[in-house]
T-cell receptor, first 116, second 115 residues
Framework: NAGVTQTPKFQVLKTGQSMTLQCAQD?????MSWYRQDPGMGLRLIHY???????DQGEVPNGYNVSRSTTEDFPLRLLSAAPSQTSVYFC???????????????FGPGTRLLVL | AQSVTQLGSHVSVSEGALVLLRCNYS??????LFWYVQYPNQGLQLLLK??????LVKGINGFEAEFKKSETSFHLTKPSAHMSDAAEYFC?????????????FGTGTRLTIIP
C-alpha cells in the first residue's frame, strides 16, 4: 500500500491564481480530511468527508473547495490564491468508527504552498 | 466547542531523563484524545489514543498518557528520553459525536533532547 499520497510536494503561486492539491489513499478509508499547518498554530481543519459524495466544512474553510467523487480521492481547490493561504497542507484518512472503534488516522507527507 | 492547550511550545530534556509533555482539553461532551508526533518535513504519526476505555494508554516508542477527567488533562510521558524522540508533538481532541475525521489540534510542543 502507498498509504496517503499528496501532489505536488511544493508549489509557488501568484496571488489570484487557482490550483488543486491532490490527495489519494489506497486503503479504502471512508474518512478523509484536509488540514493546514502554520507556525505556532498547530493544524487546523479545512474540510472533511465521511464518504464519497459527502463533505463538510471544518474550522477554516473560506477560500477552499472540496469534492469527493470517489472513495480514493479528495482534492482541495484554491479558487483564487491569497498570501494568507501560504501554508503546509496535510491530507489524512481513516476508517470509520466511533468509541473504542476509533481507528488510526493516516497523514500524507504534505504540500508546501507559497503564495506571492 | 472543543479545544486543547499544550503548555510549553519548547521542552528540552537530557537523554535518559523523563519526558513530560502537557495537554489540557476542553470539551462539552466526552472526548476522544490523541497524541501525534511529527518529524521534520514529514506528516503526522499517531502515538496513542484515548477512546473511553482504559484511562492509562500505552502507545508506540515507549510513550504513554493518562486521561484524568478531574484535571481535564492528557499528559504524555516517557520514562527515559532517547535522541530519536526529538520531534514536534501535537495533542488533539475529538468528541464522541464523531470519529477522528474532525480533530482539533493543539499548537504543538517541540521536544529537544540534550546529549
Amino acid at each position: 500500500n502507498a498509504g496517503v499520497t499528496q501532489t505536488p510536494k511544493f508549489q509557488v503561486l501568484k496571488t489570484g491564481q487557482s490550483m488543486t492539491l491532490q490527495c489519494a489513499q489506497d486503503m479504502n478509508h471512508e474518512y478523509m480530511s484536509w488540514y493546514r499547518q502554520d507556525p505556532g498554530m498547530g493544524l487546523r481543519l479545512i474540510h472533511y468527508s465521511v464518504g464519497a459524495g459527502i463533505t463538510d466544512q471544518g474550522e477554516v474553510p473560506n477560500g477552499y473547495n472540496v469534492s469527493r467523487s470517489t472513495t480514493e480521492d479528495f482534492p482541495l481547490r484554491l479558487l483564487s490564491a491569497a498570501p494568507s493561504q501560504t501554508s503546509v497542507y496535510f491530507c489524512a484518512s481513516s476508517s470509520s468508527g466511533t468509541g473504542i472503534r476509533v481507528e488510526t488516522q493516516y497523514f500524507g507527507p504534505g504540500t508546501r504552498l507559497l503564495v506571492l | 466547542a472543543q479545544s486543547v492547550t499544550q503548555l510549553g511550545s519548547h521542552v528540552s530534556v537530557s537523554e535518559g531523563a523523563l519526558v513530560l509533555l502537557r495537554c489540557n482539553y476542553s470539551s462539552s461532551v466526552p472526548p476522544y484524545l490523541f497524541w501525534y508526533v511529527q518529524y521534520p518535513n514529514q506528516g503526522l504519526q499517531l502515538l496513542l489514543k484515548y477512546t473511553s476505555a482504559a484511562t492509562l494508554v500505552k502507545g508506540i516508542n515507549g510513550f504513554e498518557a493518562e486521561f484524568k477527567k478531574s484535571e481535564t488533562s492528557f499528559h504524555l510521558t516517557k520514562p527515559s528520553a532517547h535522541m530519536s524522540d526529538a520531534a514536534e508533538y501535537f495533542c488533539a481532541v475529538s468528541d464522541q459525536n464523531f470519529g477522528n475525521e474532525k480533530l482539533t489540534f493543539g499548537t504543538g510542543t517541540r521536544l529537544t533532547i540534550i546529549p
